[in-house]
């Protein structure tokens, strides 16, 4: 890996992260587990959380901080923690119009730097947000309702995983042609035709980042540092309810931008109050080229039907299922599941919804298992995981928003069907003031229309569904069908069946999911690794892109030819 760094601020960064480059490099390559970040909170120090938890506190009850930052001088906040906690955190508001100028004034200069100078800034900004990780988990744990383990790693290391991975893949494809390449044609007996042949990269233009209220940096860094790294300015605007993280990331940005020599409105805050109309009126703005946005289909399929102007990367809604045909570890399995759909509250994307189980009952190692043992098993099992209050909220979170709420309500009011596990409230022992549910299981069957227009909907939160299904044939077809029409980003199986795996391998193929199969320890189907697993496919409804491929960042910049006889 070469380039010119002219730069004299940079050259000292590129020197610094050169080696992490190089190993982000090879480990995309390799697709083994690989991060510089880690994931454990000891490896902080001793007074890591500490000093997390006052830097974080220090941050409550005050106007958020962003030097040179555009503002018409208004002030907008409202972020509730959903563990009680008071935040009464404002920001620096500002128009579209100041905030679009200010991004294209920074423009050339980030546009004139190489690839590689724009790869360092960026992992220098990555390790000072690493550096950070406890304070960084607080505000994940306190705009999101994530138990602090879960948002201290998602929110933490592994965001930075998956930052670092877009940076990694947009310096590969920049950098897949030659700066310069000496072209000769021979002609025979006459002279040769020789010319000299210039390849330069020249980003797209303005990145706009719609952020989520669930995973704010971990779902927000792919394409904010996809755009960066490929030399676009980012105009961030947050989920209203979760502006905090990807604040402190603006700030980090800003900083490290400006002391590189860089003008720091190349990173800019969108924020505004919840139940603005900011992200759809800057969505649609002709300078907007580039979008990346999580959340609802309705509003994912309105960006990519009205703004036109931008190539737009989405990841909506899902009907997530799990097929069980047989199992060789049915204790194994049902701890597997019963973690799975506990984990965040089934606040993920990634989160199993439907279980799909024969009829006719599956076999295990156990001996034959009906359907009803198989549901009254699962069940069991995520009672025991969760019995111990302090221990379910460790593993639970909080509810982040009342639709959540809702659902949960819904499963226990039988709404959706008979219950095979009612939810019930968790006292948090350290937050009392926090809304915790565990999960419900509901009982339907496929092939009635009532229960069919229930589990093919998406149903967000801790609410599971077991469908009994004819055979296990035909809980192929639906999780295929499912799939194409719904959209899913994850899909499993459990089978000892070398024809069965088979036909789940065509459907996960053919449908376009990501599939996990016999997952009995210590991972599970809501989990994904940078440098290694994919996140989305970009083959089916829920998602039209993927963290991270060479597609999610080849088209953030395009290359430009000039070429003159030599």
């Given at each position: ?236 605007k947050p989920h209203a309810r ?12 800003r900083e490290v931008l400006a ?42 399929d309105w960006l990519e039907e ?261």
């Open positions: 890996m070469s380039a010119a760094v002219t730069h004299p601020l940079v050259s000292e960064l590129v020197e610094r992260h050169q080696a992490t480059l190089d190993a982000a490099l090879a480990a995309a390559a390799d697709r083994d587990y690989w991060s510089p970040y880690p994931e454990f909170p000891k490896a902080y120090g001793e007074s890591g959380p500490a000093d997390g938890k006052a830097a974080f506190d220090a941050l409550l009850g005050k106007p958020f901080a962003l030097e040179g930052h555009p503002t018409d001088g208004d002030q907008v906040g409202g972020e509730a923690s959903p563990y009680g906690v008071e935040l009464g955190i404002t920001y620096p508001h500002a128009d579209p119009d100041s905030l679009i100028a200010a991004l294209a004034a920074a423009r050339p200069g980030w546009a004139a730097a190489s690839p590689l100078e724009r790869a360092a800034v960026c992992l220098e900004i990555l390790h000072r947000i690493n550096a950070r990780s406890h304070e960084f988990a607080q505000a994940v744990m306190h705009t999101t309702g994530q138990a602090y383990g879960m948002a201290f790693q998602a929110g933490g290391p592994h965001a930075q995983d998956r930052g670092l991975e877009a940076v990694t893949y947009a310096y590969a494809e920049q950098t897949r042609l030659p700066a310069r390449a000496d072209w000769t044609k021979p002609q025979g007996k006459r002279d040769p035709l020789v010319m000299t042949k210039e390849f330069t990269v020249v980003p797209r233009g303005l990145a706009l980042l719609i952020g989520c209220n669930t995973f704010p940096t971990w779902n927000g860094y792919p394409g904010l540092f996809a755009s960066l790294a490929t030399g676009n300015p980012v105009l961030v979760a502006v905090l993280p990807l604040a402190l990331t603006v700030r980090t940005a002391e590189a020599g860089y003008d720091p409105n190349l990173v800019c805050l969108a924020a505004e109050h919840d139940g603005g109309t900011v992200a759809a009126t800057l969505a649609v703005r002709p300078e907007i080229k580039m979008i990346d946005y999580t959340g609802s289909t309705a509003f994912g009205n703004a036109k102007q931008a190539q737009v990367y989405t990841e909506k809604a899902g009907v997530n299922a799990v097929l069980i045909d047989s199992t060789d570890d049915y204790k194994g399995m049902l701890g597997n599941l019963a973690f799975a759909l506990s984990l965040y509250s089934g606040q993920m994307c990634t989160t199993p919804q439907n279980v799909l189980i024969p009829r006719g009952g599956i076999s295990t190692d156990q001996g034959d298992k009906t359907y009803d043992e198989v549901v009254a098993d699962l069940a069991g099992a995520i009672e025991g995981l969760l019995s111990d209050d302090a221990r379910a909220a460790a593993i639970l979170g909080a509810v982040v928003n009342p639709g959540v709420l809702q659902r949960s309500a819904a499963a226990a009011g039988g709404e959706y069907g008979e219950l095979a596990l009612a939810p019930r409230a968790v006292t948090s022992p350290d937050f009392p003031g926090a809304t915790v549910r565990t999960p419900a299981l509901v009982k339907l069957n496929a092939d009635k229309p009532d229960d069919r227009s229930v589990f093919r909907s998406e149903c967000f939160g801790p609410v599971s569904f077991a469908v009994a299904v004819e055979s296990t044939a035909a809980g192929v077809e639906l999780l295929r069908t499912t799939v194409r029409e719904k959209g899913a980003m994850t899909a499993s199986g459990y089978t000892t069946s070398p024809e069965v795996e088979a036909l789940l391998v065509e459907a996960a193929l053919d449908s376009g999911v990501s599939l996990s199969l016999n997952l009995t320890g210590g991972v599970y189907p809501n989990q994904t690794a940078a440098f290694s697993d994919l996140h989305g496919t970009g083959a089916n409804p829920a998602a039209n892109s993927a963290y991270c491929d060479g597609a999610f960042v080849a088209n953030r910049f395009r290359t430009v030819e000039i070429r003159r006889h030599r």
